[in-house]
């Protein structure tokens, strides 16, 4: 069990004042953070912060008391220390916080093997670097976003401390009650959030909206949940079905942590800005402000996968690869007051694709699992990656034979890119005649994004970005749309691929696509995201041939579709039926029970004696909104 924050603090200090001058210890949010007036004597031995960290079972920071050399003095030694290759963009200082931060293309040369570089520069300069990669493709998004964060520097530094009274703080109950409360997505698709407590704690696992849905939010009415007793958020992905709410907790008081990845935060940032400017063009009012959404950010708390950290006096936190999009994470709680473990996937995939490797199966301990069944059905068997593949292509061909363009509604958020790896691979291969492709809206911003963090993708494009140095992102076909105003030109040109969300054109540039083509026979439309009921794309889908549509205007009309649609589902980003009972059936060590959540009803009703039966002796749950259950 956890000890207080001062006895910890002691801890380290008497650990570590035998090998070099303690000035003062810190608690930051879930990391233990040492200050010495010369780093050098600890990190020249890192033997020494192992086996205090092992003890301890934190991970531990060490600092320099105040720089060791000026501004001007530590640029100098940056750029002696750092390799030309890693092309510095910017460098930037926080003197409150004695962080410097360097923005370069190749980071793995500012970082150098084991981390070398970063240290050289800690020991020398006492300025901790913080090191961010500039994406390939400029993004006016992320150069403002990368500037809020570095303005925040100081808060955030502020709120860490803040936080870690309470995540470090000493446990007031002996009781061993472990309970799982599901506030969302439980026998649907969407607004994904699950309230898991302890005598001691209260965790929530995402905190999502369902988007064009009758019930928006998560059941933040019930009883069972208390905003104030609230000790942490843990989001798995970026997508709004299980992040969009996170702005309505800081809008109501919520002022604790929130882990992810880096790249979950940085999408999330992106996506909320997105809904903002959104809604604002449409006339609305969006329920949350950008106030809320820099408040979020300064609570953020960033990990890497398979790093362990406490998040409360008795539950510790790992995040693993989910496979479903770039930074998402299954999440493994370790509860030490119950002795159980809980694994959430979120949404995952357990299948290699050009974009990311497949998801993760083993782990130390597993008693609960929350599975999601998105595509559990009975008919829910995705034809193989390459078989999607060739289906596109084949789509591609024939239109543009015809003169046509092929429209693709896609998240901007992981199908876009999936869909733009296939492509560059088509092209290569002379498989695809060479005709443009156009990529609208948030597309740019959130490749731009992930070619900023090369390192959560799949070995096939880190093996092209780091041995080729080819971005497969910045390929030549790739045409991005900067407004509206391009788009009839784009229509009205030859033969192309368009790549525009919403995936389930439920709004977005997709719309006026489908409406400027739709019309046209020569043209095809291709589904390849999930559609939900009540979309337009679930009316395409079902066979539905004249739509109610608004014009540029906003004046209603009437699109007859003679286009073709179809519909490819291979490129999903779930895990269908198969991969679901293969993950269930595989993974490291057998769970007790698996909660079966993410899915429709119907659904979730057929696979429930099929997962029973892949696993023996399981205990398979369909739980319903609101329901809780004790899990130990």
């Known amino acids: 069990m956890m000890s207080s924050p001062e006895s910890i603090k002691a801890k380290v200090r008497k650990f570590l004042s035998q090998y070099t001058r303690i000035d003062k210890v810190d608690l930051e949010g879930p990391f233990i953070t040492v200050y010495v007036e010369n780093p050098k004597e600890l990190l020249d031995r890192p033997d020494i912060i192992t086996n205090a960290a092992k003890s301890l079972k934190k991970k531990i920071v060490v600092l320099a008391s105040k720089p ?21 963009e ?18 793995g040369y500012v970082v150098g093997k084991g981390g070398a570089n970063i240290l050289e ?9 913080v090191v961010i990669r500039a994406p390939t493709i400029k993004s006016t998004f992320l150069e403002t976003f990368y500037n809020v964060m570095i303005s925040e520097a ?68 019930l009883s069972s949940f208390d905003i104030d007793e609230l000790d942490a958020v843990v ?29 979950t935060r940085d999408l999330i940032m992106l996506l909320l800005y997105d809904y903002i400017n959104l809604s604002q063009r449409s006339g609305l009012t969006p329920f949350f402000s950008w106030r809320d959404v820099v408040n979020l950010m300064n609570h953020t708390v960033t990990l890497e996968y398979a790093e362990t950290v406490d998040i409360s006096p008795d539950v510790k936190l790992t995040l693993y690869n989910a496979g479903h999009i770039l930074g998402s994470g299954l999440a493994h709680l370790n509860v030490e007051s119950a ?7 979120g949404d995952m995939r357990f299948r290699d694709t050009k974009l990311l490797d497949k998801a993760v199966r083993k782990f130390p301990r597993v008693e609960t699992l929350i599975m999601e069944c998105t595509y559990c059905g009975e008919n829910d068997v995705l034809p193989s990656f390459r078989e999607a593949e060739e289906a596109l292509f084949s789509i591609i061909r024939e239109t543009a034979s015809k003169g046509g363009k092929v429209l693709i509604p896609a998240l901007a958020v992981g199908r876009a890119q999936e869909i733009m790896l296939s492509l560059v691979d088509g092209f290569s291969s002379n498989e695809l005649p060479d005709i443009p492709v156009y990529l609208d809206g948030m597309i740019y911003d959130s490749t731009a994004i992930h070619s900023a963090y090369p390192d959560y993708l799949s070995s096939y494009v880190r093996d092209s970005v780091f041995k080729r140095d080819r971005d497969p992102f910045t390929d030549p076909h790739f045409n991005f749309i900067g407004s509206s105003d391009e788009r009839p030109d784009v229509t009205r040109g030859g033969p192309a691929v368009i790549i525009a969300p919403s995936g389930m054109l439920t709004g977005g540039p997709s719309v006026d696509y489908l409406r400027m083509l739709a019309p046209g026979p020569e043209n095809a439309i291709v589904l390849v995201s999930y559609q939900a009921e009540g979309t337009l794309g679930r009316k395409l889908r079902d066979g539905v041939r004249e739509l109610r549509m608004q014009n540029e205007e906003g004046e209603p009309v009437k699109v007859e579709v003679r286009a073709e649609v179809r519909v490819i589902e291979g490129f999903s980003a779930h895990a269908d039926k198969v991969q679901l009972l293969t993950y269930l059936g595989t993974i490291e060590p057998r769970p007790h029970r698996v909660f079966l959540v993410h899915g429709e009803e119907e659904k979730i009703r057929s696979f429930s004696p099929l997962a029973a039966k892949t696993v023996p002796g399981i205990r398979t749950i369909s ?9 130990a």
């Open 154 to 221: 100081v808060e955030r530094k502020r709120v860490m401390k803040r936080l870690s009274s309470r995540i470090f703080r000493s446990p007031m109950r002996i009781s061993r009650g472990l309970y799982v409360t599901f506030l969302g997505a439980a026998r649907e698709v969407g607004r994904s959030s699950i309230l898991v407590t302890t005598d001691e704690s209260s965790i929530l696992l995402d905190c999502g909206i369902s988007v064009g849905g009758e019930d928006p939010f998560p059941r933040f009415d």
């Open 339 to 345: 002795r159980h473990n809980i694994l959430y996937t």
């Open 68 to 88: 060791l050399k000026d501004e001007s003095s530590t640029i100098e030694f940056i750029r002696k220390t750092i390799p030309e290759k890693a092309e510095i």
């Open 623 to 631: 739980p319903q909104i609101g329901e809780t259950f004790r899990l």
């Open 90 to 107: 910017d460098i930037k200082f926080i003197q409150e916080t004695r962080e410097v931060y360097i923005i370069a293309k190749r980071t």
């Open 235 to 263: 989001v798995t992905h970026a997508h709004l079905d299980h992040s969009g709410a996170l702005p309505l907790l800081f809008k109501y008081g919520y002022r604790g942590p929130v882990y992810l990845t880096r790249p």
């Open 121 to 129: 520069i800690l020991k020398e300069t006492g300025w901790r670097p």
